[in-house]
């Protein structure tokens, strides 16, 4: 049976009921950790949900941050530096990535609670997540208030690229599948995948073919 | 191996190589059909995977459009009437959702070449995908110009929600695998999914528990 909820009905749940159902509507999302050190060497790991591509050339990737902890502290470092890593979560990870939205101390680095690993490389600024398998070091560009609800869109460059070398085709598309890359939908639910197909570009009165 | 690529070298690539690579990287996206009508009676419907959630209270969602088309009588639409639906994608329409995206002449339903039904109810202005298990009635709110790189966020609030009944939890989280809901990754490759837990809310020192 399909059931119908209502504007007025969503605004009348009770706020938890609400953060729930809201999050779900979007479908699944990319998931990541946000790491970044601040100017005293502090690192900083947070997990994020409101991770989307804005744009291949130059290569943009945004992050939203709603205005409340526990984000703070990342958001801060972002401003601070101008650099941060968003790594991907596998199914190894997904627990000590979750553990990472607890709400510790902005002296207490969540690598070290969440047993996960900082990685300097390159000469990059801030840390990646050596368990991580794709990794991206991306430095801030814009940030743009969203006034209707108070958030804030972080947009970045994506400077450095990590992955493992079989998991990219030759025409470019990189199988984060085949990295062993999660995602989430809702709040705290995490899934991985089964790819049903790659499809051919579309052009009108010819069907799609697949391109595996 | 884990291999490295760096910003020159991602500005190198050849044009296509950069989108498919660079789509890649945000990790897995929620994937849905926007469907319209203009003030004539002609209706759209286009498939994005640009979409994501905003916040709760109110509920807000948004979109990313390029500047180019083939999205621009989706976008047109939406700015001329207020209203838009977005529906989720499942296993059985996603070729079909696929076909969307090849260049139809504006007075071309994509719906009639894609063989997807459309479905106007309770009096909302724009039409549903009948063939979706979650579908959303939207209210234009607000346009950001993303002068970055000329993108165009549009944010909608969420006015009206259709899913199956059976696939509510009690504390709101709506169940999308359940409903057939797919992902999708870099710009054609299709995926469902296999959930992995749901996890408790994450407080210090306390491993976070299975909630499902």
Known sequence: MQKHISFSEIMNMEKQERVHFINSLGGFKSVSLLATVNNYGQTNLAIFSSIFHIGSNPPLIAVIFRPNPPERDTLRNILETGFYTINHINENIYK????????????????DVSNLTSEYKNNFKAPFVKESNIQLGVEFKEKIEITINNTIMIIGEIK????????????????????????CSGLDSYHKTIRLDRLSYAKPNKEPTSIL
Do not use: M, W
Request: proline share 2%; aromatic share 12%.
């Open 160 to 183: 450095e690229v990590y992955f493992p070398e079989n998991c990219q085709s030759e025409d470019g598309f990189l199988d984060i599948e085949k990295a062993n890359t999660i995602t």
């Open 96 to 111: 000590q990535a979750h553990q990472t939205s607890a709400r510790y101390d902005a002296d207490i680095s969540e690598f």
